[in-house]
């Protein structure tokens, strides 16, 4: 089952976007030229420019909805989910079939009489086929030139924190601690173990929960390991090999795993970063 709240690597740069959109507008085409959706024939005059024409119906949503898909993902603290994902691709696709049915019956057919009907007949008999084929494309692209944002230790997060409520399954399991003190997560079947600062030492508390959901009410938690979510705030080194590796926090003498996609997200920050790391 598809964890709609799991962290996956998003395409925020503008260079790459422009790539996914020219990648996608010239296999559109190349699939109309092939597989001829119009008619019997497919023998229209200037029928190759009319049908590159298709690219820009695809290349255009993709560039307009950038921004909004951007600023979605600053308000998330530079995270991007499985959710987003879905809806963000639901919602291209609907820009991207009113572009096509515009670009086709407008501009291709010169015709001025428009319906809901004919929108539906169009989207039913000409996008929705389609769909599949293109779909799996697209999401490969994304996670290929996507990338899964880390931030890094800030003193000035740590003095400025606020208090925040975490909630388990059962509502009667509540931890109300500072946003800076949260330190580490670990899942364990179907609780989770916070740990969390306190002037005594490091604490923590059970609750009854799944880690994804425990994420989304922590703003300073980060996926790490599948297992584990940890405020990298307290990121204090990185150990281990390209076969097996693991972080250390400054609060906590627990080795936690890093999966190496999480690795290579820390890595890239970390490389055009002046903090520095003991090994």
């Keep these: 089952m598809i964890s709609f709240n799991k962290t996956i690597a998003y395409t925020k ?35 190759y420019a009319i049908l590159l024409g298709y690219a820009i119906c695809i290349a255009i949503p993709l560039v307009i909805l950038h921004p909004f898909e951007n600023y979605i993902y600053e308000k998330q603290t530079n995270r991007w989910f499985v959710i987003n994902e879905f809806f963000y691709i639901l919602l291209s696709l609907l820009v991207i079939f009113l572009f096509s049915f515009f670009y086709h019956f407008i501009i291709i057919r010169n015709q001025t009489s428009i319906s809901i009907e004919l929108i539906w007949s169009f989207v039913k008999f000409f996008c929705l086929p389609f769909t ?28 400025k924190s606020k208090s925040i409520t ?9 931890l109300t601690i500072s946003e800076s003190d949260f330190i580490y997560a670990k899942a364990q079947q ?31 938690a980060w996926q790490v390991h599948r ?3 940890v405020n990298l705030d307290y990121l204090k080194s990185i150990e281990g090999n390209a076969r097996k590796r693991s972080i250390r926090l ?20 970390l490389s055009n970063s002046s903090q520095k790391l003991q090994d």
Excluded: H
């Design 13 to 47: 740069n503008w260079k790459y976007t422009f790539i996914i959109a020219l990648i996608l507008g010239a296999f559109v085409p190349l699939l109309l030229i092939t597989l001829e959706p119009f008619d019997n024939s497919n023998s229209f005059s200037f029928k």
């Design 132 to 159: 599949p084929i293109v779909v799996p494309l697209w999401l490969y692209l994304r996670s290929k030139y996507g990338i899964i944002e880390v931030p890094l230790y800030d003193e000035k997060k740590l003095e």
């Design 166 to 174: 975490i909630t388990g399954t059962n509502k009667s399991e509540v």
């Design 190 to 220: 179907n609780y989770v173990d916070v740990y969390f600062d306190t002037e005594s030492g490091t604490q923590q508390k059970t609750l009854r929960s799944t880690l994804s959901n425990i994420m989304k009410q922590l703003p300073n």
């Design 227 to 229: 297992s584990y979510l």
């Design 250 to 269: 400054s609060q906590t003498e627990e080795d936690i795993p890093i999966s190496q996609m999480y690795y290579k997200a820390l890595s890239a920050r």
